[in-house]
């Protein structure tokens, strides 16, 4: 399976802004589907945002209008563009491939840490 590497996390303060990248080891375009996932403290893992190989996106009620997910198959890379950050989104931040019938691939890197503070 594909190694997957996040970064760009941060401390930042409410309504800042944050652009995560997710390098992988090998082909993204072997993946019809990437996505971003994230889990707070005492919290189960969720899904943030989806981007199938056509570009079409999904986001998790809670992050539409704020964040954009995008994918960059010649570099292997999808990102995650996040914009007027709220203390709620403070998690560790992982990107994974789906399965056809949307549960993730389940090999998780380490993640990167978002922590929205004033």
């Known amino acids: 399976q594909v190694q997957l590497v996040e970064s760009g996390g941060g401390l930042v303060q409410p309504g800042g802004s944050l652009r995560l990248s997710c390098a992988a080891s090998?082909?993204?375009?072997?993946?019809?589907?990437m996505g971003w996932y994230r889990q707070a403290p005492g919290k189960q893992r969720e899904m943030v945002a989806t981007?199938?190989?056509?570009?079409?996106?999904n986001y998790a009620d809670s992050v539409k209008g704020r964040f954009t997910i995008s994918r960059d198959n010649g570099k292997n890379t999808v990102f995650l563009q996040m914009n007027n950050l709220k203390p709620e989104d403070t998690a560790v931040y992982y990107c994974?491939?789906?399965?056809?019938?949307?549960?993730?691939?389940?090999?998780w890197g380490q993640g990167t840490q978002v922590t929205v503070s004033s």
């Open positions: 994974n491939p789906l399965h056809p019938w949307g549960s993730p691939y389940g090999n």
């Open positions: 090998g082909r993204i375009s072997s993946y019809s589907v």
């Open positions: 981007i199938t190989s056509g570009g079409s996106t």
